[in-house]
């Protein structure tokens, strides 16, 4: 078994052996942690997002993307954390932040974004699976496995990236991709304007407005003006482009187990879930993606790495 390949293997079953910590530990200490009689099943989608890490590691292993070594490590348990402690600060309860039109604000999915861009799809993976169920668990409210694994793939796609020699025809072929599963999620909505928005936790849930609706289309416009803005700074316009497509599919399997586990219809999995979550996760991607890869930039030619 090459070096490559184990330490792929060992960074999948570190999510797997601190989900289950985390699950234990903080059932222990806050009964509304336990998870209920589908807890099963969302194991088994935390199996299958865990699987797909590793097919995809084995379509692309002849790339050094990835690469873990003891500075992704590291890189693997600065982001994890900063992840966890940012969702917790931005849940609601600690930093009260208003949501507009129902729909929840999550700035800190920008940092599993810049993680896997930065130092590679296992690092960003690490770092929003771990984090989100780090941070769920802090926020009390509940745990949610299949959408921490979720979160996980956001990180890892955004650093496939390093696939492509030519980022510029990497970017084109994201922006497509993404451009169809907004138009497409959007469609969904237009067909049925009266499925309530799941993901809202003020007065329950309530028909999802148009805002909220509209998100993922807005999150798209925004990273396209980004797209074309940066077009000379090539790091910015692939960590933006690459975070919306990672954004997409990432909650996208979150939302879609959800029809399994929760007996939800796509239709409501669909606008009910995933608009309203991964249209403002791109709305912050486009917006602090790339304050935060010019930043790293600056301390990298500051620093002469």
Do not use: H
């Not at 530990?25 to 942690?33: E, K, R, S, V, Y």
């Not at 507009?100 to 599993?112: E, K, N, T, Y």
């Not at 599919?249 to 029809?259: M, P, Y």
């Amino acid at each position: 078994m090459d070096r490559k390949l184990t330490s792929t293997i060992l960074s999948l079953v570190a999510v797997l052996v601190f989900f289950l910590a985390i699950w234990q530990i903080g059932a222990a200490i806050n009964p509304n942690l336990q998870l209920d009689q589908t807890a099963l099943l969302r194991f088994v989608f935390v199996g299958i997002g865990l699987l797909i890490v590793l097919v995809i590691y084995i379509l692309t292993k002849k790339s050094q993307i990835w690469e873990v070594g003891t500075r992704q490590v590291v890189y693997m348990a600065i982001g994890a954390a900063l992840y966890a402690i940012f969702s917790y600060l931005f849940n609601g309860t600690v930093f009260v932040v208003p949501s507009v039109s129902q729909v929840a604000l999550r700035p800190a999915i920008a940092i599993p974004m810049f993680f896997g861009f930065a130092f590679g799809p296992t690092v960003g993976f690490f770092t929003g699976a771990v984090g989100n169920m780090f941070g769920d668990a802090l926020t009390g409210f509940g745990l949610s496995p299949q959408w921490s694994v979720g979160n996980g793939l956001v990180g890892m796609i955004a650093g496939m990236s390093m696939l492509f020699s030519d980022k510029k025809k990497g970017i084109d072929v994201v922006l497509i991709i993404s451009a169809v599963v907004a138009a497409l999620a959007t469609l969904v909505w237009v067909l049925n304007p009266t499925v309530e928005n799941q993901m809202y936790f003020g007065d329950g849930a309530k028909q999802i407005t148009t805002f909220a609706a509209l998100s993922g289309l807005i999150g798209l416009a925004i990273a396209l003006v980004v797209r074309f803005v940066f077009g000379k700074n090539i790091d910015i316009a692939a960590a933006v482009t690459w975070a919306m497509l990672g954004n997409f599919l990432g909650i996208g399997f979150a939302a879609i187990s959800d029809i399994w586990i929760n007996g939800y219809n796509p239709t409501v999995a669909i606008v009910g879930e995933f608009l309203p979550s991964a249209g403002p996760n791109l709305i912050f991607a486009a917006i602090l993606v790339p304050i935060l890869v010019a930043a790293y930039a600056a301390l990298q030619k500051q620093t002469g790495r």
